[in-house]
């Protein structure tokens, strides 16, 4: 545009000619995201179990009180943001309802949205809110307290649990990076939205539950199917 303005006579010079070009080597590529595999999602908080039972049982070097693994299969199974999780409180939690509302003011779009909680994601909120009893003196639990707080009962903090995520892929056995992609926290994000699609979830329920405000980034960027996903389909398909 600019080189057009300049042979146009609209402008003297180009004011980025002097710019030099972002760095392009492979160092500086930006890697995709990748989703889990059901398998992958399986070790994965299979590690995230043991990891709590070294660190609740004193094996680690700084004992935990509160386990880690109902956070991550939160953020597996209802593809909220790390944020949105983070500030998720007992108030926003209906185990009865067997939901949670992640709050207007907590998710990116600003809208509210109110996402189901699976049985066994029930079960580990019980076994928080119990511990959580515990550590209080027998006190119940506060409706503005957090649900999914730190090891320590402190809240989460992003770069700890970033840390502890690649520990935890590590023990599950799983890379960080591959041809398909890489994985990060925010990938579980994708894991959730593409899992929906594995289970033929339709387009438009798993925009909601996301939190998409444009069907089209739920469809483009968060569903990673891959060949594998889609060879139930194929099998149904008459023989030729």
Not at 63 to 84: H, N, S
Request: net charge positive; with cysteine.
């Amino acid at each position: 545009m600019l080189n057009w303005a300049v042979k146009n006579e609209l402008l003297a010079r180009n004011v980025l000619d002097s710019v030099s070009l972002l760095p392009t080597s492979a160092r500086h590529v930006r890697r995709a995201r990748r989703a889990l595999s059901e398998d992958e999602c399986k070790r994965f908080l299979k590690a995230c179990v043991e990891d709590d039972d070294e660190s609740m049982h004193g094996r680690n070097r700084m004992p935990a009180v509160f386990p880690q693994e109902p956070m991550w299969r939160f953020l597996i199974e209802t593809g909220a943001r790390f944020g949105e999780m983070a500030a998720l409180r007992w108030r926003d939690v209906s185990i009865p309802g067997a939901c949670a509302t992640l709050r207007a003011e907590t998710t990116k779009t600003q809208r509210e949205r109110t996402v189901p909680l699976t049985a066994k994601m029930l079960e580990r909120l019980r076994r928080m809110q119990e511990l959580q009893v515990q550590q209080a003196g027998g006190k119940a639990v506060d409706p503005d307290g957090i649900v999914f707080v730190s090891p320590l009962g402190s809240v989460q903090h992003q770069s700890n649990s970033y840390r502890r995520f690649q520990q935890l892929l590590i023990r599950a056995g799983i890379p960080r990076k591959s041809p398909a992609g890489q994985l990060d926290i925010h990938a579980l994000r994708h894991t959730a939205a593409t899992r929906l699609a594995r289970a033929g979830i339709g387009l438009a329920q798993a925009q909601y539950l996301l939190g998409h405000a444009d069907p089209r980034m739920t469809a483009q960027v968060y569903t990673k199917l891959v060949a594998e996903d889609v060879r139930g389909a194929v099998l149904k398909l008459p023989a030729l």
